[in-house]
């Protein structure tokens, strides 16, 4: 079945280190693939999104490439903030999102220190 | 801009009773989604809803579990004899849906239930 495998946290940085949150996936066919952040005490927010192969999502300084030949979708960032402090989701959905549930890896904390 | 809502933030049950989380999705959106996140572990789907149905379920949705849309703008999830492993974090969601594209889905913040 479908599934995504993120790596273990929590992740703990200094303010303006370079960012890397791996995440892998297993899915048929050409699934859409997300990252979402929930700040402490708030929901799940889209933070960026790759539709196919080799799209590039990115969002307030995060990026993330769908790369289909290693199955990956790492989350980058190239200097983080003491506000980008969150848990961070990786996820797929099967069927490009038309109604299709999404399949989350297990979140990865990130605590970035001044 | 516009937001899902989910009352109550926090919903305090005794084991067996009955429960009804609500949700108010963005207005102009066709599906509907329950998620929970028991603590410590992944966001897991529940069930999908579309057109006044059911669209996808999954094997944590059984018979304890069930989702209407009364009116033009709710969408609840009704536990009907809750148990302590109901206890979690439940997240409701929509998305536009519409032929091509994707249209990504929007979390509201939440109920957490807790069975005592």
């Given at each position: 079945?479908?599934?995504?495998?993120?790596?273990?946290?929590?992740?703990?940085?200094?303010?303006?280190?370079?960012?890397?949150?791996?995440?892998?996936?297993?899915?048929?066919?050409?699934?859409?693939?997300?990252?979402?952040?929930?700040?402490?005490?708030?929901?799940?927010?889209?933070l960026?999104?790759?539709?196919?192969a080799?799209?590039?999502?990115?969002?307030?300084?995060?990026?993330?490439?769908?790369?289909?030949?290693?199955?990956?979708?790492?989350?980058?960032?190239?200097?983080?903030?003491?506000?980008?402090?969150?848990?961070?989701?990786?996820?797929?959905?099967a069927?490009?999102?038309?109604?299709?549930?999404?399949?989350?890896?297990?979140?990865?904390?990130?605590s970035?220190?001044? | 801009?516009?937001?899902?809502?989910?009352?109550?933030?926090?919903q305090?049950?005794?084991?067996?009773?009955?429960?009804?989380?609500?949700?108010?999705?963005?207005?102009?959106?066709?599906?509907?989604?329950?998620?929970?996140?028991?603590?410590?572990?992944?966001?897991?789907?529940?069930?999908?809803?579309?057109?006044?149905?059911?669209?996808?379920?999954?094997?944590?949705?059984?018979?304890?579990?069930?989702?209407?849309?009364?009116?033009?703008?709710?969408?609840?999830?009704?536990?009907?004899?809750?148990?302590?492993?109901?206890?979690?974090?439940?997240?409701?969601?929509?998305?536009e849906?519409?032929?091509?594209?994707?249209?990504?889905?929007?979390?509201?913040?939440?109920?957490?239930?807790?069975?005592?």
């Amino acid at each position: 079945g479908n599934s995504v495998t993120q790596m273990e946290g929590p992740v703990t940085l200094s303010e303006e280190a370079f960012l890397t949150i791996n995440c892998t996936y297993t899915a048929t066919g050409y699934p859409s693939l997300f990252w979402y952040v929930q700040y402490p005490g708030e929901g799940l927010q889209l933070l960026l999104k790759a539709t196919k192969a080799d799209d590039k999502g990115s969002n307030k300084g995060f990026e993330a490439t769908y790369r289909k030949e290693t199955t990956s979708f790492h989350l980058e960032k190239g200097s983080v903030q003491v506000s980008d402090s969150a848990v961070y989701f990786c996820a797929l959905s099967a069927r490009g999102n038309q109604g299709g549930k999404l399949i989350f890896g297990q979140g990865t904390e990130l605590s970035v220190k001044p | 801009e516009p937001e899902v809502t989910q009352t109550p933030s926090h919903q305090v049950t005794q084991m067996g009773q009955e429960v009804i989380l609500r949700c108010v999705p963005i207005s102009n959106h066709l599906y509907f989604y329950w998620y929970r996140q028991i603590l410590g572990q992944k966001v897991e789907f529940l069930v999908s809803f579309y057109n006044n149905e059911i669209s996808e379920k999954s094997e944590i949705f059984d018979d304890q579990f069930s989702v209407e849309r009364p009116d033009g703008s709710n969408f609840t999830l009704k536990i009907r004899s809750t148990k302590l492993e109901d206890s979690a974090m439940y997240f409701c969601a929509s998305s536009e849906g519409s032929q091509g594209g994707v249209r990504p889905q929007h979390f509201g913040d939440g109920t957490r239930l807790s069975i005592l």
